[in-house]
């Protein structure tokens, strides 16, 4: 009997918790579930979310190749070693190599903000699915690094990861709803538990040195033929392309052409920024699918 168990709890830890496409799949299934959703959906929203990790690992996969010649270029011309410090990429990673842990910080991480919000006096939850997920990414790899083990990096991340969320999303709060003088120039809005809103409201305390409050950026005029930037894929791939092109003439091209192959050097530094975008794109479809199109929607 005892080993017989002992294969059933280790299917459940391999098979399941061990894989992080079907245990996220698990989650989607009981989330659903919860809400009493038809049984068509749940089939359905499990498959998609499955689906959606797939295309997050190969978008991260892409993403990682993509940039792997400017790590070697930065190090053969400054001579000193490091890593990307693109979110994207951190997360990418840590989704592909601690997938399930990534998301068992993140439940607990959740599970922490609600308590945080129970039973104290700041009531504030941190909603944004696919950003939680990222934070927990994150608090994951700083754990890992330290050798923890399993259980010990999710239970120290989690605890971490949750005190920030809480943490994130009361400080924009308090900025905005207890600070009369912050109402008017930054929002009126709820939704306040995102990355972006401590950028929006320095920004504002900043623009009473910068500009003029009376001005609004919806009256700056921006060029017609410059609206396609408002694509972050476009967006993303130009930026990218720009840094390849900086990173790849300061490496030279003898550097570059130890990568690009038969391709002309300063075609594959350009394709190189293309495929950056490309990749990005790949990666946040699979999030996409992976947590709220599915899930919270």
């Known amino acids: 009997m005892p080993g017989i168990l002992e294969e059933i709890v280790s299917f459940i830890a391999t098979q399941i918790?061990?894989?992080?496409?079907?245990?996220?799949?698990?989650?989607?299934?009981?989330?659903?579930?919860l809400l009493r959703a038809p049984i068509e959906r749940i089939i359905s929203s499990a498959m998609k979310i499955y689906i959606g990790f797939f295309i997050l690992v190969a978008g991260a996969n892409l993403l990682m190749d993509v940039i792997t010649p400017i790590?070697?270029?930065?190090?053969?011309?400054?001579?000193?070693?490091g890593v990307i410090p693109q979110n994207w990429l951190?997360?990418?990673?840590?989704?592909?190599?601690?997938?399930?842990?990534?998301?068992?910080?993140g439940i607990l991480a959740f599970i922490i903000n609600l308590l945080l919000a129970r039973f104290t006096r700041l009531k504030c939850?941190?909603?944004t699915?696919?950003?939680?997920?990222?934070?927990?990414?994150?608090?994951t790899g700083v754990a890992v690094y330290y050798n923890f083990s399993i259980w010990e990096v999710i239970l120290i991340a989690g605890i971490a990861c949750g005190i920030y969320l809480w943490l994130h999303a009361s400080l924009p709060y308090y900025l905005i709803f207890k600070k009369p003088e912050c109402i008017e120039r930054v929002t009126d809005e709820w939704s306040t538990g995102t990355g972006e809103a401590i950028g929006i409201i320095t920004t504002a305390y900043l623009s009473k040195v910068a500009g003029k409050r009376e001005v609004s950026t919806e009256e700056i005029k921006f060029p017609e033929k410059l609206s396609w930037m408002r694509d972050p894929?476009?967006?993303?791939?130009?930026?990218?392309?720009?840094?390849?092109?900086?990173?790849?003439?300061?490496?030279g091209p003898e550097a570059v052409a130890k990568f690009s192959g038969d391709v002309n050097?300063?075609?594959?530094?350009?394709?190189?920024?293309?495929?950056?975008?490309?990749?990005?794109?790949?990666?946040?479809?699979?999030?996409?699918m992976l947590i709220y199109l599915q899930v919270l929607r």
């Open 129 to 139: 699915a696919h950003i939680i997920l990222i934070w927990a990414s994150y608090f």
């Open 265 to 288: 050097w300063f075609i594959y530094l350009i394709l190189r920024g293309l495929q950056f975008g490309g990749s990005l794109a790949v990666l946040l479809y699979g999030v996409r």
């Open 90 to 105: 951190i997360f990418s990673k840590a989704m592909t190599e601690y997938g399930s842990i990534v998301g068992l910080v």
């Open 71 to 81: 790590r070697e270029w930065i190090l053969m011309k400054l001579g000193v070693e």
């Open 17 to 33: 918790f061990g894989n992080p496409g079907i245990f996220y799949a698990i989650i989607g299934i009981i989330g659903l579930a």
């Open 125 to 127: 939850v941190y909603l």
């Open 233 to 251: 894929m476009l967006a993303n791939a130009l930026i990218a392309t720009i840094v390849f092109l900086v990173i790849g003439l300061l490496a």
